[in-house]
């Protein structure tokens, strides 16, 4: 009987904790609850996809139900790099990161780029965007994020 009345003790302790994040974390727009999230992107030729990801996600929760926050570096940090560009598109046109990184930063998103791979790809810190915060490593970024609650989501 007493491993009976832990287990339900258990349960329902779980369910209650589940129920109160719910209701910490708050609702969002289209039966979203409210979300922190990092967007790990070490890849320049998945950043396209990746800020197209956000965007979405953006659109999906409505701008004041999300906190983003993508974390650069490797090739992936060239997205932040004034003059690059990306892919070329079904018609010819190429991507403009400096663009859609304005865009996005003008909705909230937070932009940081790697201190080592800057030193280590010898980036020109003149022109690292405006936009993009100087972080000492991208990849102990992302783990120190994920440790204060923040969703991980790698495109």
């Known amino acids: ?11 329902l302790g779980v369910s209650l904790l ?14 979203y609850d409210k979300q922190k999230v990092v967007y790990h992107v070490n890849n320049i030729h998945t950043a396209t996809g990746a800020l197209r990801n956000v965007k979405n996600h953006l659109n999906a929760t409505g701008d004041e139900n999300v906190e983003v926050i993508v974390v650069t570096h490797s090739s992936g ?21 400096e663009d ?7 909705r909230g998103v937070k932009f940081q780029i790697c201190a080592n791979t800057i030193r280590g790809k010898k980036i020109d ?13 991208g ?17």
């Open 100 to 106: 859609t990184v304005a865009g996005l930063a003008n």
């Open 18 to 31: 589940g129920l109160a994040f719910t209701a910490q974390a708050g609702s969002a727009k289209n039966g």
């Open 77 to 97: 940090a060239f997205s932040l790099v004034d003059g690059a560009m990306g892919k070329k598109d079904k018609n010819g046109n190429v991507y403009n990161f």
């Open 125 to 137: 810190k003149n022109k690292i965007n405006t936009y993009a915060e100087v972080i000492p490593s």
């Open 139 to 155: 990849v102990a970024h992302v783990a120190h994020l994920q440790q204060k609650g923040y969703l991980y989501v790698k495109p």
């Open 1 to 11: 009987m007493m491993k009976s009345n832990l287990s339900t003790s258990l349960v």
